[in-house]
């Protein structure tokens, strides 16, 4: 027996014919009464659209900031992470299926209003909040409330998505985000479409827009064998990046393993990881990082002027740092990031 979920009135939305039309994501899905969009955490009701995830958190953990990923940002912080049920993408790679892919009324929640989520995190000593696990486009008014009452509270905010939303909604929510790491599945809208079931161009439009916000931002490319390990492809990837004053944001490509409806797709090479990584650094990124595959070492970072080691790290732990008032310690030229707490 599914539960009756209430929710919140969702922002963005307007009367058409058919119904009400989400205006959250690019997708604008066109809902008749009593249907939920793509996302499956948004609904029409009687012509009036609402979020059935408001306040109703299906995860709920204290992560060390590293496993965002954000490696600039406050090194070893501890942010309260919390998700909602749905996504507005159908990755066939999915790693939180479950939860990413199911209504809220499909999956056991707790009910946290904004208020006690912040009482929440300010109990567990996080200085953050994280966005994360599922696709935090799809429960917006509940992160934006939320981070509102945490900027208030001296708490930090952070978006982990794949950036897929529509310009008027993302430059509202940069008013309330500190930092992010947007996954930047590909570049090829083939691919998106094929893979994901979305477009190449809003995500770009939405590292540009986070950029010009000032909010710290970091990149995750995950590397999948046969779909989207194509050199030529991550040298294109790399040069827009760097074209578009990206040099200085910090790139993780990340190793995939097989999952969800990609089981048949072997792991990806270490060999592939090491030469994407060469290839963004030949392209000038400056701070690139290996993933999940821990044998690489390949999450410590380097100053990209004198090449010293500045951080050193063990999967989520950090065991050096050599950056002194946001500046490399042997040569002070400044590392880019959020160093002081």
Known sequence: MQKEMIGKEALYSRPTVKGVQCGICPHECNLADGQCGLCRSRVNRSGVLYSEAYAH??????????????????????????????????????????????????????????????????????????????EPVTFYEYMYDSAQL????????????????????????????????????????????????????????????????????????????????????IHDMCQWLVNNGFADTPLHFSRFFPMYRMKNVPATPVETLVTAHDIAIAEGMHFVYIGNANELEGENTFCPNCGKLLVRRDGYNLLENHITD?????????IAGRWSH
């Open 150 to 233: 945490a900027h208030e509270a001296g708490i930090r905010n952070i978006l982990v998505s794949a950036g897929y939303i529509n310009d008027e909604p993302l430059r509202r929510l940069c008013s309330v985000l500190d930092a992010a790491n947007i996954d930047l599945k590909s570049f090829s809208d083939e691919i998106y479409q094929k893979i994901s079931h979305g477009h190449l161009q809003p995500i770009l439009n939405t590292l540009k827009v986070m950029k010009e916000a000032g909010i710290w931002l970091e990149v995750t490319n995950l590397l999948i064998p046969t779909v989207n390990d194509d050199f030529r492809m």
């Open 326 to 334: 946001g500046k490399c310690s042997y040569c002070d030229v400044p």
């Open 57 to 134: 958190p299906c995860a709920l953990h204290v992560d060390p900031v590293e496993k965002k990923p954000l490696l600039h940002f406050y090194p070893g912080c501890r942010c309260l992470s919390v998700a909602s049920t749905g996504c507005n993408f159908a990755c066939l790679n999915c790693q939180n299926w479950e939860i990413s892919q199911a209504g809220p009324s499909e999956v056991r929640s707790i009910e946290l209003p904004p208020e006690k989520l912040i009482a929440k995190c300010v109990a567990s000593r996080c200085p953050a909040i994280a966005y994360t696990y599922t």
